[in-house]
């Protein structure tokens, strides 16, 4: 299994980045996918999840209103449009993938450095 995502890099503060993560070898229409994030020094948090059939969506509150999470079961991949970003959100963005059996995939996670 394997989820490979992109798209970070570095931002000024109010900037936008879009992060994808593709997933192979699973079967990507069952699984809840999720976004994640660890910053230097702090625990990894949740960003947002969606779920398999993309009707529920769930954001943390200190991205509500900023990030957007979507997935294409079509292309095996979930994005999340990161927007308005602030220095505090720089981090490593993990992708996860979560079965109904709890089984979960951690992505290689990808670097969000966000300048003030």
């Known amino acids: 299994v394997q989820l490979q995502a992109s798209g970070g890099g570095l931002v000024q503060a109010g900037g936008s980045l879009r992060l994808s993560c593709t997933a192979s070898?699973?079967?990507?229409?069952?699984?809840?996918m999720g976004w994640y994030r660890q910053a230097p020094g702090k625990q990894r948090e949740l960003v947002s999840t969606?779920?398999?059939?993309?009707?529920?969506?769930n954001y943390s509150d200190f991205v509500k209103g900023r990030f957007t999470i979507s997935r294409d079961n079509a292309k095996n991949t979930v994005d999340l449009q990161m927007t308005s970003l602030k220095p505090e959100d720089t981090a490593v963005y993990y992708c996860?993938?979560?079965?109904?059996?709890?089984?979960?995939?951690w992505g290689q996670g990808t670097l969000v450095t966000v300048s003030s």
């Open positions: 996860n993938a979560r079965n109904r059996l709890r089984v979960a995939y």
């Open positions: 070898e699973i079967i990507f229409s069952t699984y809840v």
């Open positions: 969606i779920t398999s059939d993309g009707n529920i969506i």
